[in-house]
C-alpha cells in the first residue's frame, strides 16, 4: 500500500525551529519528486517546497525561503523539512505529497502551531 | 511567485447546476494547470490535470480549458457528492494553488 505519513509536528514558540519526517512506503521513493503542502486551521492550501527525486533541486515558496530547509533521506525513504525562524502565520497541517498524475498521494498531514 | 486567484470564492448551487469556476495567473503558466478537489477532512484529490485531461476515474462531468493566464473548471451537472472546495494550481513556476472556491447545495 502507498503511504505517506508524517511526524514532527507539535507546539513552537515564534522564532523557534522544528524539523519534520515523512516516512514513505509502497512505491520507489528515489524515483520520485516530492512536496510540502501546508493548510492553515479553515484555509486553502499553500505550497510550500518541493525536491528532485536524487535530492540535488529544491525549491520554496517566498514565504518561507531562507527560513525552511528540504531534504531526503532515499536509503530510509524519508522526506524532511526543517523549519526555524517560526511565526505565527506558519501554523498549519503541513502534507508531504507525491503530485503525479496518476499516483498522487498524500500523507495525512502533522499540525505544527506556532505560539507563545 | 506566480500569483493564482480564483472566482467565486463560495458558490450556492443546485443538483444538476451547470457550475463554472475561474482561476487567473500573473503570469502564463502555458497550460500547466490542475484542478484539485478537496472536502473537509480529507487530503486533495487531483482531478483535471494540464488544464483539461480528466485524472483516471474521475467522472466526466468535470472538465478544464483555457490558455495563458485564464482557465475554467466546470461540473456540467452538479451531484451530491460534488459538494466540496476546488482549487487551481500552476506547476509553470515551482508550484502555487489558488485560494479555492467552496461549492455547496442551495
Known amino acids: 500500500e502507498v503511504q505517506l505519513v508524517e511526524s514532527g509536528g507539535g507546539l513552537v514558540q515564534p522564532g523557534g525551529s522544528l524539523r519534520l519526517s515523512c516516512a514513505a512506503s509502497?512505491?520507489?521513493?528515489?524515483?520520485?519528486?516530492m512536496h510540502w503542502v501546508r493548510q492553515a486551521p479553515g484555509k486553502g492550501l499553500v505550497w510550500v517546497s518541493r525536491?528532485?527525486?536524487?535530492?540535488?533541486?529544491?525549491g520554496y515558496a517566498d514565504s518561507v525561503k531562507g527560513r525552511f530547509t528540504i531534504s531526503r533521506d532515499n536509503a530510509e525513504n524519508t522526506l524532511y523539512l526543517q523549519m526555524s525562524s517560526l511565526r505565527a502565520d506558519d501554523t498549519a497541517v503541513y502534507y508531504c505529497?507525491?503530485?503525479?498524475?496518476?499516483?498522487?498521494?498524500w500523507g495525512q498531514g502533522a499540525l505544527v502551531t506556532v505560539s507563545s | 511567485d506566480i500569483q493564482m486567484t480564483q472566482s467565486p470564492s463560495f458558490l450556492s448551487a443546485s443538483v444538476g447546476d451547470r457550475v463554472t469556476i475561474t482561476c487567473q495567473a500573473s503570469?502564463?503558466?502555458?497550460?500547466?494547470l490542475n484542478w484539485y478537489q478537496q472536502k473537509p477532512g480529507k487530503a486533495p484529490k487531483l482531478l483535471i490535470y494540464?488544464?483539461?485531461n480528466l485524472e483516471t476515474g474521475v467522472p466526466s462531468r468535470f472538465s478544464g480549458d483555457g490558455s495563458g493566464t485564464n482557465y475554467t473548471f466546470t461540473i456540467t451537472s452538479l451531484q451530491p457528492e460534488d459538494i466540496a472546495t476546488y482549487y487551481c494550481?500552476?506547476?509553470?513556476?515551482?508550484?502555487?494553488f489558488g485560494p479555492g472556491t467552496t461549492v455547496d447545495l442551495k
Open positions: 505529497a507525491r503530485l503525479v498524475v496518476g499516483a498522487t498521494t
Open positions: 509502497g512505491f520507489h521513493f528515489n524515483t520520485y519528486w
Open positions: 525536491i528532485s527525486s536524487d535530492g540535488t533541486t529544491t
Open positions: 503570469q502564463d503558466v502555458s497550460y500547466y
Open positions: 494540464d488544464t483539461s
Open positions: 494550481q500552476q506547476y509553470q513556476i515551482l508550484l502555487s
